[in-house]
């Protein structure tokens, strides 16, 4: 990669490793997030959205989304053990919301899709459903099946 930029412009110094990572990267954000800041201060409306999830070296992390004129990464929250109760999720929105100084106006809708996502799982489970949902399960496989035959 040096040997390339130094054939197409030799007098460009490539930033080292430790300077990105060290100095330039944190910058960035700093700027970045002063930047969202301000733009979800500004702003008449603001959503913001939560998600806890696991990565993939098992660690539970919560992600904050934010969502005025249009949406922005806010932070993940490595929640280590911190078990992820209602009141543990509003602790971390109230300091978004602090943040942001929208707490008089504060609106809380429940996540639409988790609540279907609920709410089918509890229709699944009884049992006079189950010729359906096997049939819809057979419909989806051979969907499935065709569609891998097609590629």
């Known amino acids: 990669m040096k040997q390339l930029f130094k054939k197409l412009k030799p007098a460009y ?3 080292t490793r430790k300077a990105i990572s060290e100095t330039l990267l944190r910058e960035k954000v700093s700027k970045i997030t002063a930047n969202i800041t301000s733009e979800m201060k500004l702003a008449e409306n603001i959503a913001l959205f939560i998600d806890g999830w696991t990565n993939v070296r098992r660690e539970s992390i919560v992600n904050i989304m934010g969502c005025c004129l249009k949406p922005y990464y806010i932070k993940s929250i490595p929640t280590n053990e911190e078990p992820h109760t209602a009141e543990y999720m509003a602790k971390l929105i109230e300091n978004e919301i602090q943040k942001y ?3 008089p106006d ?6 639409a899709a988790h609540k279907l996502n609920l ?3 509890d229709i ?3 049992h006079y459903f189950n010729s359906t949902i096997a049939a819809a399960k057979g419909i989806v496989n051979q969907i499935n099946n065709s569609a891998a035959k097609l590629s």
């Open 13 to 15: 110094t490539l930033a």
């Open 101 to 103: 100084e929208k707490y």
């Open 106 to 111: 504060v609106e809380v809708f429940g996540c």
């Open 119 to 121: 709410i089918i799982k």
């Open 124 to 126: 699944a489970a009884i």
